[in-house]
């Protein structure tokens, strides 16, 4: 016989109300279920697995960024003027009274020192778009170091790429709507780009601005750029990398039970629904937090745009750092052909820009190329097993990251006391030089890896504990890997140069030779086996002169105390 007391007995209203919800949730998903079919599509979206691994959580970073964006954008929308019409400033912000500006500037510093909450919201929207910008650069070389782009994930690393590069375009109109002597110079620079192109350049100019630089056209278009054609971009590249993503499954590192025909992890309900909408909240706050503290883009210490004067020590924010860079480092170099003036420092710099986003967009199909590897790829690649693919790539950070150093010159030859020009020329010289040394250092340790790799999987573990034997035989006692461990280290592909001929043309052998020319043997199975044997033998020597136990002498004494 039970009893219910009456702490625990639940009123007669509540069960019935909780029936009568139950009833109608049900009722209405029925329905809806009939007429839009949608039942096993929740299921599917329900019961799909995905990988569990800390460096996966940089991809929605990036997507809670943008939800962020596109919360604090809808905000400061409504407030905003895109007009570059010309008023005086009779705000609060004592220092610019009686100031001429543009009625964008005139808004922004409404939004900031008026609208309640609205400076808020002006620095979350800036800060969300730098950790937007970070998640997506680390999330894409997560993805190029680890071999995730390859087959069938080609279209997939192309719209990543392609919101890489919405994402600044997004973040240049966006920080040019204030209308600011700093913004305004970011412009100016884009102006002097396209002047720089022969033939087409100036009448591109007119057409942006409409007129001279800086007209009256280019706020309002800039706004349209970026409340409108950006964000429905990358909406859509975002719901086409999603539905990509589930279709050709989650990437996973090698490990027990990970093979290229399964995905080991969890389902999508309840473990991912509960773990993604906590770490949305967890992004959302530091984002706040850090907008609610740290003060970004304060447009009113620059002051309204003018043409005529330049603030020193002005950088973009540091997604487009690489692109003042390069035009830093070019000298003034230019020439006269047929009337029209080739500026090779604007040009040069174009040049190199295009060169390293189409390095980055195509490498997939060049190592594709390289390889002949036509297989799906479901494991990635530990890095140090790719080494030419990882020095590749650090070498292209080397060279961005140059290039953004090198639009900070001034304020480096500031804080350090140095020659602006000393520092530009070194520069000038280790964009050449650091890539380089960056590539073969790199591959140099990841053989190294590799090597120590394969010791292990023939090996073990080192205890660096040694015993002698009674005829001076000196052996150290290695702790042998499980199964599965030595797996992960003998599991990835071994691929050798090929010769030209067959098919093969002498430039493709020439980049095979390139890519795998140093490489490691891997481990085969008579060596494993030999090894196994040869360790089970020194085990057995070992036995017999410790009686099986390896502890050292003071640990013997100290447990005997």
């Not at 095979?512 to 490691?520: V, W």
Request: glycine share 10%; hydrophobic share 45%.
């Amino acid at each position: 016989m039970t009893t219910t007391t009456p702490e625990t007995r639940k009123p007669a209203s509540d069960d019935a109300s909780s029936s009568r919800m139950y009833k109608l949730g049900a009722v209405g998903g029925d329905w809806l279920d009939q007429r839009t079919s949608g039942g096993g599509f929740v299921k599917f979206i329900a019961r799909k697995i995905f990988p569990d691994h800390w460096s996966f959580m940089f991809g929605e970073v990036a997507l809670y960024s943008f939800v962020i964006l596109l919360i604090s954008g809808t905000f400061l929308t409504m407030f905003f003027d895109p007009s570059m019409e010309e008023v005086v400033y009779d705000g609060p912000y004592v220092p610019l009274q009686g100031e001429t500006m543009s009625r964008a500037y005139e808004s922004t510093l409404q939004i900031s020192f008026e609208v309640r909450g609205g400076l808020l919201f002006r620095q979350m929207h800036h800060w969300a778009c730098l950790v937007f910008m970070v998640a997506i650069f680390v999330h894409m070389f997560r993805v190029f170091f680890t071999g995730a782009f390859r087959k069938p994930r080609e279209l997939n690393w192309l719209v990543g790429f392609s919101l890489m590069v919405l994402g600044m375009v997004a973040g240049f109109s966006g920080y040019s709507l204030p209308d600011d002597v700093l913004s305004g110079n970011g412009v100016r620079i884009i102006d002097g780009l396209m002047r720089a192109i022969p033939v087409v350049g100036t009448y591109l100019s007119m057409l942006l601005f409409g007129g001279e630089f800086p007209g009256t056209d280019i706020i309002p278009r800039l706004f349209t750029i970026h409340i409108l054609l950006v964000p429905a971009l990358i909406l859509g590249l975002i719901a086409i990398h999603m539905v990509l993503l589930v279709l050709h499954k989650h990437t996973q590192y090698p490990g027990p039970g990970r093979t290229q025909r399964n995905v080991v992890g969890f389902p999508v309900f309840p473990v991912y629904a509960a773990k993604a909408g906590g770490f949305f909240f967890l992004v959302f706050g530091i984002i706040t937090l850090i907008s609610a503290t740290t003060a970004i883009n304060a447009v009113w210490v620059y002051g309204p745009y003018d043409p005529s004067p330049v603030s020193a020590g002005s950088q973009p924010d540091w997604y487009m750092l690489w692109t003042d860079g390069g035009l830093r480092l070019i000298p003034g170099w230019e020439f006269t052909i047929f009337g029209y003036v080739i500026s090779l420092n604007m040009l040069i710099p174009m040049a190199l820009y295009g060169g390293l986003l189409a390095v980055l967009a195509l490498y997939p199909f060049i190592e594709s190329w390289v390889t002949g590897d036509d297989r799906e790829h479901h494991l990635n690649d530990l890095p140090y097993n790719a080494p030419v693919r990882t020095g590749l790539g650090v070498a292209w950070i080397m060279v961005y990251l140059i290039l953004a150093l090198a639009a900070t010159n001034d304020l480096i030859a500031i804080a350090l006391d140095l020659s602006i020009n000393d520092i530009t020329w070194f520069f000038r010289v280790g964009i050449f030089v650091i890539p380089v040394l960056a590539f073969i250092i790199t591959k140099r340790v990841c053989l190294s890896f590799q090597r120590h790799a394969r010791d292990k999987a023939l090996h073990g573990e080192e205890s660096s504990r040694v015993v002698r034997t009674d005829t001076g035989q000196m052996l150290e006692i290695h702790t042998p890997l499980s199964e599965y461990d030595r797996w992960v280290l003998v599991q990835h592909d071994d691929y050798r140069p090929l010769k030209a001929g067959k098919g093969v043309s002498s430039l493709r052998a020439k980049a095979t030779s390139f890519f795998f020319k140093d490489r490691i043997e891997p481990v085969t199975p008579a060596e494993l086996r030999e090894a196994l044997e040869h360790a089970g033998h020194e085990k057995h020597v070992i036995d017999e002169v410790t009686g099986g136990d390896y502890r050292i002498p003071a640990e013997k004494a100290h447990h005997t105390g």
